[in-house]
């Protein structure tokens, strides 16, 4: 899943000119645009794994492990965001980097029995094309010079990359779950020195609850966004 960035709105007439919102300096516009193009080119490098190994194998199955490295890589790096370094909402990016770091690490590194499961690259699929055209829309609109193309691309495709990376998620956390609770991992077992119990079997449960409420308010919040952003272009071009 990633996270919505506003788009660039024309402002009415009026007798008096607005205030203009100052943006980040030269030095954190150029820190800004050299992190969104590693970004871009680290997914891009995911991507061309992924079609390299498809190409070579003939199968999709076990592409994950071609990837693993640089996508634990640049999904980790991901957490920059959530300082609010990089331009883009903190709350909402907070929810998307931090699931994704967790499904990352504590369920598809921790768990190997669910990382030739199917649903693992679903969801690498959807966050390797959604981050390429979002970090790509960061750069050139940090530049100042944003393609059309790329801003359609940002509030349309996550139309279908936002269900189908929520999907993968979901069935490879449901996958992990016999896994899991067989081996106890993670979890803390009374009697203990700190009297404290932790039980990540249902922990995990709790984490698929939570997309409930989360996931629509993100995918709407895009919905409206797209809205605004690309009727607006569209009245623009019409004027």
């Not at 996550?158 to 993968?168: D, R």
């Not at 998620?169 to 009697?191: C, D, F, I, N, R």
Request: aromatic share 16%; charged share 15%.
């Amino acid at each position: 899943m990633s996270a919505p960035a506003m788009g660039t709105t024309k402002t009415a007439h009026s007798d008096v000119a607005p205030k203009k919102k100052r943006g980040p300096g030269a030095l954190a516009t150029a820190y800004l645009v050299i992190y969104n193009v590693v970004m871009t080119a680290g997914w891009l490098v995911i991507a061309v794994g992924l079609v390299r190994a498809y190409l070579a194998r003939g199968s999709y199955h076990g592409l994950y492990y071609t990837i693993e490295k640089p996508l634990k890589f640049f999904q980790t790096g991901a957490l920059l965001e959530v300082s609010g370094i990089v331009p883009s909402s903190v709350v909402l990016t907070g929810f998307q980097v931090l699931s994704r770091v967790f499904l990352t690490w504590a369920v598809t590194h921790s768990v190997r029995e669910v990382q030739n499961e199917d649903s693992v690259l679903l969801f690498v699929s959807a966050w390797t094309i959604t981050e390429i055209i979002r970090y790509s829309f960061y750069t050139f609109s940090l530049l100042n010079h944003l393609p059309y193309l790329i801003k359609w691309a940002r509030y349309t495709f996550f139309l279908v990359l936002y269900p189908m990376g929520v999907t993968g998620e979901l069935l490879t956390v449901y996958a992990a779950l016999p896994y899991v609770q067989k081996t106890g991992l993670y979890s803390v077992t009374l009697p203990n020195k700190y009297n404290f119990s932790f039980d990540y079997h249902t922990f995990l449960i709790l984490t698929m609850v939570s997309y409930i409420p989360l996931f629509p308010q993100l995918y709407f919040h895009m919905m409206r966004q797209r809205k605004k952003v690309l009727c607006h272009v569209e009245e623009y071009k019409t004027e």
